[in-house]
């Protein structure tokens, strides 16, 4: 298994390299060169499998030989014993009439989908630098991870790395622009390897810092930088997992002949990529819907072919923040595809590189591009969209707790169904035994201000505590440890050579 970047100059990478690297050397992303086929049994080999067990049969078959198969079975292990569910991704029923159910993916050590991979990619990392100083004798290989947040991927991350071995963490967040929750998740980790950066800007402000740093060579090389941003291809690969075992789990519930739809909340478009390849590998999947908040370039993406960044306007704040994103990352994977199949020469792989990197290009200097027709169309057959308001994200999360039987959606989450209801008559139009699967990304009580707002301004009590976590219990009243620095990669730069262990 060797793969290859988006944008064509970097081929031949071993799975080994492109976790240690994250971002490829030409600024692209990196993708398998081919995707592996799955065992002709899998639907009845892996369909009750626990989630480890199944996550180390999925990325069993993209790591080539740099792991064996009882390593990752020991690193999905390891990874998973913390959540506080043992089903570590439950599907839970919302609405029996519609067949609407809530897949949970906020189980983890910091209650957020991110957990998933992770938890996953700590071990990872340190098991690669472990085996390589082994093989040295000596403690020479050291990563200096850089990552951005708009706030579930910061703690995440944090988690997944306190005090590794040779790891060190940099962690840029918007000032202002996460919850107070999920600040003190980061902040109050106190182990010498985690540094939290706050940034006056925004979240898309703090990732294009980090593509900077990545894009110096020498910076990169001498500190060894590494990722844990989507771009890092082990946390698209981690996350493959939950789409199988939501499958799984309505099979055995509902019969073999099901048809999912997954509706994902969608900022950076990581999480729905994941089940791009899990449909690209042969899970069966009715669509794939993208739910964005207002701002909302994948979803006027798929109404126009124009991927447009629509600078004046800017970053939007909402009750949804995680989705608070101007450009998705890591739709360029998605986009290579489309590039390959439909705007290439005979699918030329070398072609849709040089396409893909014309399109970044413009994205960079005008603000964005357009595909042709054929590429737009093949979008929507795979990927349905819409959008869901402040106002009725608020109405979604006060209409559920309002119900006989209450469920609490988190803002995020409250999109994703809304954009469910409003594609309900869409969805019917499918043939099979449809069901509907929501993905949740974060616990509730990560958004309690608009959790809140939405339950009480429409007219009913929620007692917080309540449903509050153990651990978030007093969070914000720990001490806490965070560098502030100027919205600038020279800045951080400097930070980083100050302050790396």
């Known amino acids: 298994m ?8 970097v081929t031949g990478q071993s799975f080994e390299s492109v976790v240690l690297e994250g971002l490829a050397s030409d600024g692209g992303l990196y993708i398998p060169e081919q995707l592996p086929t799955l065992p002709t049994d899998w639907q009845t080999r892996w369909a009750t499998l626990p989630f480890a067990k199944l996550a180390a049969e999925i990325i069993t078959l993209f790591v080539g030989t740099d792991l064996t198969p009882s390593e990752v079975d020991q690193l999905t292990a390891k990874s998973y014993v913390s959540f506080n569910s043992s089903s570590v991704t439950p599907l839970v029923s919302l609405d029996s009439e519609t067949n609407t159910h809530i ?7 910091t209650f ?8 996953f990619l700590g071990n990872l990392f340190e098991f690669f630098l472990e085996r390589k100083n082994k093989q040295d004798g000596e403690d020479t290989h050291k990563i200096t991870v850089v990552g951005a947040t708009s706030g579930d991927t910061g703690s995440a991350a944090i988690y997944g790395l306190r005090g590794k071995k040779n790891v060190s963490v940099f962690m840029l967040y918007p000032q202002g622009r996460v919850s107070p929750i999920q600040e003190a998740q980061m902040t109050t980790v106190l182990d010498a390897n985690v540094h939290n950066v706050s940034i006056q800007g925004t979240f898309d402000d703090c990732q294009d810092i980090v593509k900077q740093l990545f894009g110096r060579a020498d910076f990169k090389q001498q500190h060894s930088l590494g990722a844990v941003n989507s771009i890092n291809w082990a946390r698209i690969l981690a996350q493959i997992t939950y789409y199988f075992h939501a499958y799984f789990a309505l099979v055995r519930e509902y019969g073999v002949d099901v048809v999912p739809v997954f509706v994902v ?5 990581g999480d729905i990529l994941a089940g791009y390849y899990a449909e690209s590998l042969g899970l069966p999947v009715g669509r794939l819907v993208i739910a964005t908040n ?25 009750p949804s923040p995680a989705m608070d994103i101007l450009v998705s990352s890591n739709f360029e994977r998605f986009l290579w595809y489309l590039a390959r199949d439909n705007e290439a020469q005979a699918s030329s792989e070398d072609q849709a590189g040089d396409i893909i990197r ?16 054929k590429a737009l169309e093949t979008a929507r057959q795979v990927f349905w969209s819409g959008r869901c308001s402040d106002s009725d994200t608020y109405k979604t999360i006060a209409k559920y707790y309002a119900r006989k039987q209450p469920y609490l959606l988190d803002p995020h989450t409250a999109v994703g169904v809304h954009v469910a209801e409003q594609l309900r008559p869409k969805i019917e139009t499918l043939d099979g035994n449809v069901h509907t699967v929501c993905l949740s990304t974060a616990h509730p009580a990560k958004f309690s201000e608009a959790v809140l707002k939405a339950v009480n301004e ?21 001490p ?18 100050d302050n790396a262990n």
Request: proline letters at 6%; one cysteine or more.
């Open 480 to 497: 806490r440890r965070c560098l502030s620095c100027d919205n600038s990669a020279d800045a951080v730069a400097q930070l980083i050579v």
């Open 458 to 478: 429409n007219g009913h009590d929620l007692d917080f505590q309540s449903i509050l976590p153990p651990p978030f219990v007093g969070l914000l009243d720990q």
């Open 2 to 9: 060797k793969y290859r970047s988006t944008r064509g100059q």
């Open 265 to 269: 909340p969608s900022g950076n478009f």
């Open 358 to 373: 014309g399109w970044m290009d413009q994205l960079k200097t005008t603000g964005s591009f357009s595909v042709s027709p």
């Open 294 to 318: 207002a701002n909302d370039i994948l979803n006027r993406f798929l109404q126009s072919g124009v991927y447009e960044k629509n600078a004046e306007q800017g970053v939007l704040a909402t």
């Open 112 to 119: 957020a989908f991110k957990d998933v991979a992770l938890q």
């Open 103 to 109: 897949l949970e993916l906020f189980h983890g050590p």
